[in-house]
């Protein structure tokens, strides 16, 4: 069964700062990717990721995968006030629809 | 833009009501998802459809079936609501393989007394 963990699950810090959201996950995958949540809504696709050292970058966002290590990472540089949201990775096995999402990171850009 | 819409934002049902949740996308994807997001829990898979008139279970397809008569439309029902399908019911459409990503619906939170 595939388990896919994040961490940090809540993250404060503050405008300017710069930070890193992980994301592990347990099995052979070929596709992940980073989703974004702002309170009361649905989510907005950011990224994905389908090969070993895919690095992908969205303004103050950048998101990286090692398919060795199972990790992903999202770095997020000189962080603003409007970056508040929850961020999601989601995993898929290979050939498989079905996504496996992490339990979320709770962004709060602090001024 | 994908466009994926649901028929209602809100919803309060009783407890053994039969529910229904419907979900339209505009972008002539093959296949349909539908998640519960629920706090600490994060979303997980209910049931997804391929194909018209073909479906999967998911992670938690207890006390749910789906019918996709339609390309665009895919319908979660609860057969007989209970108080912990209390939950956001989150709907998704995509494109294929291999590059397939999932647009999201805005999200339905549903309410079972």
């Known amino acids: 069964e595939l388990k896919v963990e994040q961490n940090p699950l809540f993250l404060s810090m503050q405008e300017g700062k710069n930070y890193t959201i992980y994301c592990n996950y347990s099995?052979?995958?070929?596709?992940l990717y980073w989703y974004r949540q702002d309170p009361g809504k649905s989510l907005e696709s950011l990224f994905v990721?389908?090969?070993?050292?895919a690095v992908k970058q969205e303004g103050r966002l950048m998101a990286s995968l090692d398919t060795k290590a199972r990790l992903s990472t999202l770095h997020i540089t000189a962080a603003v006030h409007d970056l508040s949201a929850t961020y999601f990775c989601?995993?898929?096995?290979?050939?498989?629809?079905?996504?496996?999402f992490g339990k979320g990171t709770l962004l709060t850009v602090n001024p | 833009d994908v466009k994926v819409t649901q028929s209602s934002r809100y919803l309060v049902k009783r407890t053994g009501e039969k529910v229904f949740l419907e979900c339209v996308q505009d972008?002539?994807?093959?296949?349909m998802f539908w998640y519960r997001q629920d706090p600490g829990l994060g979303l997980r898979l209910i049931y997804f459809?391929?194909?018209?008139?073909?479906?999967e279970k998911g992670d938690i397809p207890e006390g749910y079936s789906v019918s996709r008569e339609k390309k665009e439309r895919f319908s979660l029902i609860l057969e007989s609501a209970s108080t912990n399908q209390t939950s956001m019911y989150l709907c998704?459409?995509?494109?294929?393989?291999?590059?397939?990503?999932?647009?999201f619906g805005p999200g339905t939170r549903l309410l079972v007394l």
């Open positions: 998704a459409s995509g494109t294929s393989l291999p590059q397939e990503t999932q647009y």
């Open positions: 099995t052979t995958s070929d596709r």
């Open positions: 989601a995993v898929a096995e290979v050939g498989n629809y079905k996504l496996t």
């Open positions: 972008m002539d994807h093959e296949n």
């Open positions: 990721l389908l090969s070993n050292g």
């Open positions: 459809s391929y194909d018209v008139k073909m479906k």
